[in-house]
């Protein structure tokens, strides 16, 4: 028996914290849970708290610090943790965000908490605030209502996109997301703006994909994704995520789209590209990508359903 969840690619993206320490975005965020990738994770008692990922022994802060929030709620046990990704890590594929949504699941079932969703996805966004988004599956926002537990937009059949993911590295980031999101607001003249701008763009967003409308969702998504680049740009010192295998990706996009193709990219805090399209257009992109130079390989994905327990051996 073991907990199951996917990544999720932020369409309006959230990049910032409220202060405090209750990991609260600045701002809102829209995003759709892939299939294709998962975070299988297993807990169980043990005389003192052990996580390995992918086999491997690691102190890794988010799951260590998200089981000590949760201990100050519930007698659990020391624990063993085991958390397998079928993807490369920290490489800006949202590992954390399908690494603690699969987490709280796990505890959940193993312990019977009897978490309903909802307070799943609260308590896997103390971990990770993305992740909160993964606990859903198909298009899901999260935003300050219900104590920033992410909500489920629309069923992942209502509107079929497909993900070409185009991976230009597997090397795990230089700077975690929480180091440079702190960064960001402590020292960018453009954070003000940008969290000044997310509420509109998080609304134009949800009407989009309530009414399938996709070039608008196409629009207000790679504005959103430039727009936190841009933020994350002008950060001193300056993150920079891409590289030039990602520009390359971005431009095969661009040019598909021109060319009439219904796909759009978007980027996270790493250099992998992620080309949304419309339904049954993956495929193309996802050739088109793969003959962009730099690239090393591209998955498909369908989009996914959110954070569950499976019956079986694995994680
Ligand atoms: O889940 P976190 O706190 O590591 O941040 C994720 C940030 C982005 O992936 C870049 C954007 C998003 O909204 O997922």
Known sequence: MFAIAHPNVALVKYWGKQPGTANIPATPSLSITLDAIATRTRVEAATEDRVFINGSAVADAKVLGLIAQMREVWQLPPLVV???NDFPTGAGLASSASGCAALVTAIDHAFGLN?????RSTWARRGSASAARSVFGGFVTLEAKADW????????????????????????????????????????????????TATEDFGAAQRAVLER????????AEHSCLKMHALMLSTRPA??????????????????????TPVFFSVDAGPQV??????????????????????????????????????GEDG
Not at 115 to 119: P, S
Not at 149 to 167: F, M, Q, R
Not at 239 to 259: D, H, I, K, P, S
């Open 82 to 84: 085991h958390s397998a």
């Open 149 to 196: 537990a992410a909500t489920p937009l629309l069923n992942k059949d209502a509107w079929p996109l497909e993900v070409a993911v185009a991976i230009t590295s597997d090397a795990a980031k230089r700077t975690p997301s929480t180091i440079g999101m702190e960064s960001s607001r402590a020292t960018s003249p453009f954070f003000d703006a940008w969290t000044s």
């Open 239 to 260: 993150l920079m995520y891409w590289n030039e295998a990602t520009v390359a990706a971005m431009a095969t996009v661009r040019r598909l789209r021109e060319a009439g």
């Open 274 to 311: 992620k080309a949304v399209c419309a339904p049954g257009c993956g495929e193309e992109a996802a050739a088109a990508l793969a003959q962009t130079p730099g690239v090393l390989r591209v998955l498909t994905s369908a989009l996914g359903d959110g954070a569950r327990i499976v019956e």
């Open 115 to 119: 978490l309903a969703r909802a307070e």
């Open 213 to 220: 409308r996709y070039d608008a969702l196409a629009d207000i």
